[in-house]
């Protein structure tokens, strides 16, 4: 199978209403995307990605007013967060209708839906007789993808068309807040953080991790958004690289340069230390040193405020499988 990467929405359309995958640009990551009223399609998700049937779905709708096609008793701290976030990186775990088909939300009562923040793909969308169900367009565990050429070097030959949206302007996957007895709980952090959420609902709940092999919503599996180069975490650049000295090292810093170390391949995340720009730009960043044949990447944690800590997280769990430097 040949992929194409375009971006003619009449073909992307065609695609998907013949049962066929679709990655998808959003403000966040590109989605690999098919119809999510499907079980046919929503099996080719879970095939391409190699992606367990235990980790649930994000379902993507076009606009506030489709949340009741699919989900059911939905709280009114779900409208407010709706009405402040979307479209945008936010999305909501809800009582799903009998319509959603169970395999979407791996035999959960719940779905995960969103309204994501992209021209191309809301216009897709609304072209659309039903929603799309979309994770991440990469293989499962693996660095999640922000330019159609992420999406195009680990899916070729398997998925026929990426809509070329461009560079994802968020760069990490959208928060996921679902409700316990009315009261907003966090079940992963992303680009929208704790304190956002709580200036529109009061009082938020950050949920702890769950083993992996019971995930009750969408980006809770302990092993993600890994490199194939061992990942090592660090708040001491200059320490780590000392005792790394014999190995072929890529640095991905926030935003200095750390002239004083002697490595050959640096990527600074934000020189003008945004905590958004290196948000936008860490899986990008991953992506590039994971192609250089370094033995080690050595990443330096965000200041931990604001969306630092969704991205500190991501890095946490990108590094997990490292052991033995």
């Known amino acids: 199978m040949e992929t194409i990467i375009g971006k003619s929405l009449i073909q992307a359309a065609q695609f998907l209403n ?12 590109y989605g690999l995307a098919g119809n999510a009223f499907s ?4 099996q080719q998700i879970y095939a391409v990605k190699k992606r367990p049937l235990y980790n649930p779905l994000i379902v993507h709708i076009p606009n506030i007013q489709y949340l009741n096609t699919i989900a059911k008793n939905i709280p009114n701290n779900a409208y407010k967060l709706f009405e402040a976030f979307s479209p945008g990186p936010l999305t909501l775990l809800l009582s799903k209708k009998n319509i959603v088909p169970n395999i979407v939300t791996a035999n959960l009562p719940h779905v995960a839906v969103r309204i ?24 499962f565990g693996y660095i999640s993808p922000t330019k159609p050429e992420h999406v195009f ?3 070729h030959n398997q998925i026929p ?10 760069g990490i996957e959208s928060t996921v807040v679902g409700f316990e007895k009315g009261i907003p709980v966090i079940y992963r952090l992303g680009a929208i953080s704790k304190t956002q959420i709580e200036t529109i609902t009061g009082k938020c709940l950050l949920k702890n991790e769950v083993n992996n092999n019971a995930p009750i919503s969408p980006g809770m599996i302990k092993y993600h958004y890994s490199p194939n180069t061992p990942l090592l975490l660090t708040n001491t650049v200059d320490a780590t690289i000392q005792q790394l000295k014999k190995k072929k090292i890529g640095l991905i810093s926030f ?26 730009n860490i899986y990008a960043a991953l992506h590039s040193m994971d192609e250089l ?3 080690v990447i050595v990443a330096e944690l965000l200041p931990n405020k604001g969306i630092g800590i969704a991205v500190n997280e991501k890095l946490q769990k990108a590094g997990a499988k490292t052991t033995g430097l």
């Open 153 to 155: 070097k680990q899916l």
């Open 255 to 280: 935003n200095k340069s750390y002239e004083t170390v002697k490595v050959k391949h640096k990527i600074v995340l934000s020189k003008k230390s945004s905590l958004a720009e290196a948000a936008k």
């Open 161 to 170: 068309y990426i809509l070329n949206g461009g560079a994802c302007k968020s």
């Open 293 to 295: 044949n370094v033995d």
């Open 18 to 29: 013949n049962n066929q995958l679709v990655a998808i640009p959003t403000e966040t990551v």
């Open 39 to 42: 079980s046919i399609a929503v």
């Open 116 to 139: 994501p923040n992209h021209k191309l793909t809301l216009q897709l969308l609304n072209n659309l007789s039903f929603p799309l169900a979309a994770p991440s367009a990469n293989l």
